[in-house]
């Protein structure tokens, strides 16, 4: 089995971040999360009901993700040196476009005899962030992984400092929204960013 890339690019918000916005200060718990990656990889059938026949599975992909991550400001930018902060302007989040050479079918009976096979189809670049690169990569890089049979995988790599379980799983659930069942952006309660005042940043050094 061999994955290969595509092409790589940054999706950036639809909409600018406001100047008031561009500065988002870590909360005490985001300064002493773990500085990883961590890996989230959902896989999808064969499906031809694309309801838009003007664009392919990618476009609808960057296109949801664009529009929500103007709400989710964070997730499109970078860690301030000192990793006190995030500097929020809108530098993008990496969209990475890749197949694999296989069925979906196969490679699923394969990752369920091993877990860690899933982890193909999870961004690469991600294995190695620490503190010395944490705020020159991406918080969240998204991979698009399409099979020969036409299934695909969609993985997301979010930076554990800014992103927990609950905040990675309400994003993807939020875009989906946007995505699959066109539910229009304004209409959808995304997270508020108000951790810092009710868990404010300490000295940890």
């Known amino acids: ?14 909409s ?11 909360s005490f718990f985001d300064q002493i999360a773990d500085e ?10 064969p499906c031809n009901n694309n309801t838009n026949n003007n664009s392919t599975a990618e476009d609808q992909l960057e296109q949801s993700l664009s529009r929500a991550l103007t709400h989710i400001y964070p997730v499109a930018d970078r860690f301030t040196e000192d ?3 995030i500097h929020c302007a809108d530098q993008g989040v990496k969209f ?3 197949k694999v050479n296989c069925k979906l079918n196969g490679f699923l009976e394969k990752a369920q005899k091993d877990a860690n096979h899933a982890l193909s189809c999870w961004p690469q670049d991600t294995w190695d962030v620490d ?4 705020f020159i990569t991406p918080i ?3 991979q698009v992984t399409k099979f020969n049979c036409g299934g695909m995988a969609l993985s997301m790599s979010p930076a554990h400092t800014a992103m927990d379980g609950f905040t990675t799983f309400t994003f993807v659930h939020e875009r989906s929204n946007v995505c699959k069942l066109g539910i229009p952006i304004e209409k959808i309660h995304f997270l508020s960013f108000n951790m810092v005042k009710i868990f404010p940043p300490r000295d940890v050094s």
């Open 96 to 98: 990475v476009n890749a």
């Open 140 to 142: 969240s890089i998204v």
């Open 16 to 26: 600018p971040t406001p100047n008031y916005l561009q500065n988002y200060k870590l």
């Open 36 to 45: 990883a990656h961590l890996p989230l990889v959902l896989f999808y059938p």
């Open 1 to 14: 089995m061999e994955v290969k890339i595509l092409t790589t690019k940054l999706i950036k918000p639809s």
């Open 131 to 134: 503190e010395s690169n944490l």
């Open 83 to 85: 990793k006190s902060s």
